[in-house]
């Protein structure tokens, strides 16, 4: 069992950054592919970015070149680095955590508000 905490969020202008953190309780080793999602109002949630064990990246076409994921295990923590920020990024922020072979392992935070507005 793995239960995830973000933190890091709040009301920033647009233009600004912010960094959201994801400490993991448990071990988040390269067994697992970690991810942050948003869900803005009104939407479905969407995949923000992921990096696997071996620190593969993948990101969103809206976040490409603003957003950067990364991780440290030994500190079982996940960090999304958002710069840029524009009104669109307005979102509850999630993070994920799926193991890469039990697909049943799959565990997510309570989520983070991120609000971009001036």
């Known amino acids: 069992q793995v239960q995830l905490v973000e933190s890091g969020g709040g009301l920033v202008q647009p233009g600004g950054s912010l960094r959201l953190s994801c400490a993991a309780s448990g071990s988040i080793s390269s067994i697992y592919t970690m991810g942050w999602y948003r869900q803005a109002p009104g939407k479905q949630r969407e995949l923000v970015a992921s990096?696997?064990?071996?620190?593969?990246?993948n990101y969103a076409d809206s976040v490409k070149g603003r957003f950067t994921i990364s991780r440290d295990n030994a500190k079982n923590t996940v960090y999304l680095q958002m710069n840029s920020l524009k009104p669109e990024d307005t979102a509850v922020y999630y993070c994920?955590?799926?193991?890469?072979?039990?697909?049943?392992?799959?565990?997510w935070g309570q989520g983070t508000q991120v609000t971009v507005s001036s």
């Open positions: 994920r955590a799926n193991h890469v072979i039990i697909a049943t392992m799959t565990y």
């Open positions: 990096i696997t064990g071996g620190g593969s990246t």
